[in-house]
Structure formats: C-alpha cells, structure tokens
C-alpha cells in the first residue's frame, strides 16, 4: 500500500461556543438537553464517530531513532518515522541506510532531495562559524593595536609633561 492513499484529511470537532470564548480549547461532548450538536441536527457541529478515523498505513507505523532499529525492522510490513529529536547529521546517515534498504518512508515523499537540503544546510552553518570565528580574530587584533596606539600616545604624553617639568625646573632656577 501507498502511503500518499493512505492519508486523509482530518476533520476537526469543535467545542460547542469556541467562537465565543477562547478559554474552550478542546473537545467536550455535549450534555445538555437542548443542545442541537447532541441531537444531531444538521447544519451544527459534528460529534467524533469511529467512521472518521484514519486509514491504517501498511501494517506497523514505527519510529526509527537508530540504525540499529533499521536492522530490525522488515521492508514488507513496516512503515518507517524518523524521529524528531534527530539532528541532521544522523538524518542523512539515516536517509541513505533506508534509501539502500527499501524502506518505506512516512515523513518525506522524495529522500534524495531532503538529503541535499540537510547538506546544504549543513555546509551553510559551516561556513557561518568560520566566518564568525574570522571576525572575531579580526576585532581581538583591532582591539589589541587600539590599545597599543593608547599606551604610545600615553607614553608620549608622559615623556612630554617630563620635558616640560624639566624646563620649568631649569628656567625657575
């Protein structure tokens, strides 16, 4: 089975008066003995059914963390997540073991494209560090020369005002 078949859209079941008020997040069954949605009536909110389930996808939807978890799992009836908390070096690794294998893939439709996307990313933050790394021994030189024209000057300065006390001490004498 396909898994683009497989899925549905998803039909949302609101609380009775969420326009109203924002603090009703959720859904409650309806209780009261007036209520329209309860009764059924057309043209008011729907109630939740077992008819608005979702088709299964394949037989066994599983989460992957690992490649280890890859080696267990069976092409046939396994149905493959990647799992969010992966970063993206682990995710290309990941992509091309089930690229190799067959594996079904449920969180991307195209693997060879995702893959280039987590590279080039991957090369971008590179490139930004080393850019980042390079202005930053930029502005330490700068600030260590600014500091060292700071002292010359105040040493100039000091050897001035030494020059001027001695001519004073020369004149007063």
């Known amino acids: 089975m396909r898994v683009k078949e497989a899925v549905r859209k998803k039909v949302r079941f ?6 109203k008020k924002k603090s009703l ?3 409650r069954k309806p209780k009261g003995i007036h209520n329209k949605s309860r009764l059924r009536k057309q043209r008011h909110s729907l109630l939740p059914k077992i008819g608005y389930a979702g088709a299964k996808v394949g037989k066994n939807l599983i989460y992957v963390m690992t490649i280890n978890d890859l080696n267990k799992l069976n092409k046939e009836n396994d149905v493959i997540i990647l799992s969010g908390k ?3 070096k682990k995710r290309i690794i990941m992509l091309e073991e089930i690229k190799k294998n067959g594996f079904i893939l ?7 494209v995702k893959k280039k996307e987590l590279e080039e990313k991957i ?3 590179k490139n930004e560090n080393k850019q980042k790394q390079e202005k ?7 600030l260590k020369e600014i ?13 001035e005002k030494k020059k001027e006390m001695n ?7």
């Open 14 to 19: 609101y609380r009775e008066e969420v326009n």
């Open 25 to 27: 997040v959720g859904w």
């Open 86 to 88: 992966l970063g993206m």
């Open 106 to 112: 449920y969180n991307y439709r195209d693997l060879g």
């Open 123 to 125: 090369n971008k933050r």
């Open 136 to 142: 930053r021994s930029k502005t330490k030189e700068e």
């Open 147 to 159: 500091k060292e024209k700071k002292k010359e000057e105040l040493d100039k300065t000091d050897e």
């Open 167 to 173: 001519k004073k001490a020369i004149e007063g004498i």
